[in-house]
Nanobody, 115 residues
Framework: QVQLVESGGGEVQAGGSLRLSCAAS????????MGWYRQVQGKQRELVAN???????IYTDSVKDRFTISRDVARNTVYLQMNSLIPEDTAGYYC?????????RGQGTQVTVSS
């Protein structure tokens, strides 16, 4: 059973930064895709950033040039650096990993951006 554990969420003022971490219980080289999505209660889930096979990176338009996804293979960790945060970024942020037909998700970490 793979576990993904997020950390780094919190409350910041608009314009601030946070770095989220997602630590996996196994080598992240086993995953085809790793990434982050966010969700506000009552709203649809939104994919934020993804790394495909450690190379191709895709961001949703609303976070381009503000968020950066990266990974540290030695630490089995994926990061999401979030800069220039705006109140609209407020959400629960979840790490996920995909390996074949299997999808793993973390428990999430809350990010709150105040104006």
């Amino acid at each position: 059973q793979v576990q993904l554990v997020e950390s780094g969420g919190g409350e910041v003022q608009a314009g601030g930064s946070l770095r989220l971490s997602c630590a996996a219980s196994r080598s992240i080289l086993h995953f085809d895709v790793m990434g982050w999505y966010r969700q506000v209660q009552g709203k649809q889930r939104e994919l934020v950033a993804n790394i495909f096979n450690g190379t191709k990176i895709i961001y949703t338009d609303s976070v381009k040039d503000r968020f950066t996804i990266s990974r540290d293979v030695a630490r089995n960790t994926v990061y999401l650096q979030m800069n220039s945060l705006i109140p609209e970024d407020t959400a629960g942020y979840y790490c996920y990993a995909n390996s074949g037909d299997l999808i793993y998700r973390g428990q999430g970490t809350q990010v709150t951006v105040s104006s």
